[in-house]
């Protein structure tokens, strides 16, 4: 009796004969205020602490009611992740099989070739791709003129195909942004990674501030950003809310949040740690999803260690993209034709290309316009 006069004190009233209970959850809190108000920018890291450590089902309810909100939830992009420049990177990741730093039998190749890229493009496009990415296994492009020429070239060509196109070619030159910009890049992808705090931890060779840079580069140029990070580094959860308080108070919201879960790679420096359990990444993403109510949540490596009901909650919780390829870089993918069953099981349907609305035509002599107020 004791129990149910409990359960009858803590109703707060009655819908057709059904209890209702309150609940006082950041993230329910939150969710509410984003729904109501919009994105904002001065969050405080208590604020996006206490949406993280709400109730995994919590987290789960309400960020997929701000993903409804802002979104098409049964929409989820299809991208496809070329590696075109493998391996020989001198950085220290201590994540990456593609150091030079590691043996992981991961051999460096040279960048390939027009031909190559356009038809894996093209693929990528028939099995249902919308924006194709492409990636360099390089610190920077800082002296590599003839090899970022023939990247400006694929970007036009890819995006004559209807495709969006991105980059990830380490640390940008705010010309080198405007370039990409004028031969049409639709986003440009720079992950933190993790927190400022536990940053040094797996990189040394390049500073957090510097990554930041290579965004604002971007942002300045008009091109999309695209930053996120990787949970499963040895991180702790204080790291993964400061990730987030990054990204969610920078001037605007990155329009792509990638939350990848690390694959270890035999190695690397963090070969021996565990695989992210299925509640870390729903925690994340549904997180994101609150604070940063109109970004593209992209659930990304590490996702093929999930099944697709497991698959099914991450979308629930608010991820609307995924990568699709046997190959993600130089990490195992889902396999398409998996990718595919789930999308005809879970009644998802595939999202097409967004470019911005000013006219291509239109972006030299914008560019010019930056180049001019840049001095």
Not at 150 to 170: A, D, H, N, S, W
Not at 301 to 317: N, T, Y
Not at 318 to 323: D, K, P, V, Y
Request: charged content about 25%; some cysteine; aromatic content about 6%.
């Amino acid at each position: 009796m004791l129990l149910i006069r409990t359960l009858r004190a803590r109703a707060v009233g009655r819908r057709g004969g059904h209890a209702t209970f309150s609940t006082s959850s950041a993230a329910a809190v939150e969710a509410e205020r984003s729904i109501r108000e919009g994105p904002r920018n001065d969050w405080n890291r208590e604020e996006i602490k206490s949406i993280y450590d709400s109730p995994v089902l919590d987290l789960l309810f309400h960020g997929a009611q701000v993903h409804r909100h802002f979104h098409n939830f049964r929409e989820v992009q299809q991208c496809t992740l070329l590696s075109i420049k493998t391996g020989g990177c001198s950085e220290d990741c201590f994540y990456c099989p593609q150091s030079s730093r590691y043996d992981t039998g991961l051999k460096a190749q040279r960048m390939m070739n027009k031909d190559a890229v356009l038809e894996a493009a093209k693929k990528a496009k028939d099995a249902g791709s919308t924006r194709f990415c492409m990636g360099a296994a390089w610190r920077d492009t800082i002296g590599r003129k003839t090899n970022f020429n023939q990247i400006l070239g694929f970007v036009k060509e890819i995006r004559g195909m209807g495709m969006e196109v991105c980059c990830t070619l380490g640390m940008l030159e705010k010309q080198q942004a405007m370039e990409l910009k004028k031969a049409g890049l639709t986003a440009y992808n720079h992950n933190l990674d993790t927190s400022r705090e536990y940053y040094p931890n797996i990189i040394t060779t390049r500073t957090y501030d510097e990554r930041l840079e290579t965004l604002h580069h971007v942002r300045e140029a008009g091109i999309s950003v695209c930053s996120g990070g990787i949970i499963g580094l040895g991180e702790g959860e204080e790291d993964r809310v400061g990730l987030l308080y990054t990204l969610a108070t920078l001037p605007s919201h990155p329009e792509s949040v990638p939350i990848n879960a690390l694959l270890a790679v035999k190695g690397t420096p963090l070969q021996d740690l565990k695989p992210v359990e299925i509640w870390e990444m729903i925690r994340m993403i549904a997180a994101a999803r609150i604070v940063m109510p109109k970004a593209m949540v992209r659930l990304s490596a590490g996702r093929v260690r999930f099944s697709m009901a497991e698959q099914a909650l991450c979308f629930l919780a608010g991820a609307n993209s995924i990568f699709t390829g046997d190959k993600l870089l130089t990490t195992p993918n889902n396999d398409f034709n998996a990718d595919q069953l789930m999308f005809k099981i879970l009644g998802l349907t595939p999202k097409s290309p967004s470019f911005p609305e000013e006219d291509a035509a239109n972006v030299p002599e914008r560019l010019e316009e930056i180049v001019s107020v840049a001095g």
